[in-house]
């Protein structure tokens, strides 16, 4: 059964750091585009970062030179490290994949086949 599962949410406070792991049951996550989305609360789901099938990567203007995605090197693994979180980084965070072979990291939502549960970042002193 292929599934996605995030994990490494949690509660933090301002300026500290969380990694969060997307893993894959019953698939590797090499041949695929991986995408790190969130909604906040009232707010709609958001991109964040990207990775691509060749390894080019995307951040949001809000994120960008806060968070790293990055392939683990168990290949069915795909981290995304937060440093300097702020309070407004508060979401549920989703990973979700894409088996396509495109050029870059796909940005809108239904370019990606399978989603995760999401998990919960808080950032609040």
């Known amino acids: 059964q292929v599934q996605l599962m995030e994990s490494g949410g949690g509660l933090v406070q301002p300026g500290g750091s969380l990694r969060l792991s997307c893993v894959a049951h019953?698939?590797?996550?090499?041949?695929?585009?991986i995408g790190w989305f969130r909604q906040a609360p009232g707010k709609e789901r958001e991109g964040v970062s990207g990775?691509?099938?060749?390894?080019?990567?995307y951040y949001s203007g809000s994120v960008e030179g806060r968070f790293t995605i990055s392939r683990g090197n168990a290949k069915n693994t795909v981290y995304l490290q937060m440093n300097s979180l702020k309070a407004e980084d508060t979401a549920v965070y989703y990973c979700?994949?894409?088996?396509?072979?495109?050029?870059?990291?796909?940005?809108?939502?239904?370019?990606?086949?399978?989603w995760g549960q999401g998990t919960q970042v808080t950032v609040s002193s």
């Open positions: 979700a994949a894409d088996g396509n072979l495109r050029i870059g990291v796909p940005l809108r939502e239904d370019e990606y086949e399978f």
């Open positions: 990775i691509s099938m060749s390894d080019s990567t």
């Open positions: 019953g698939f590797t996550l090499d041949y695929y585009n």
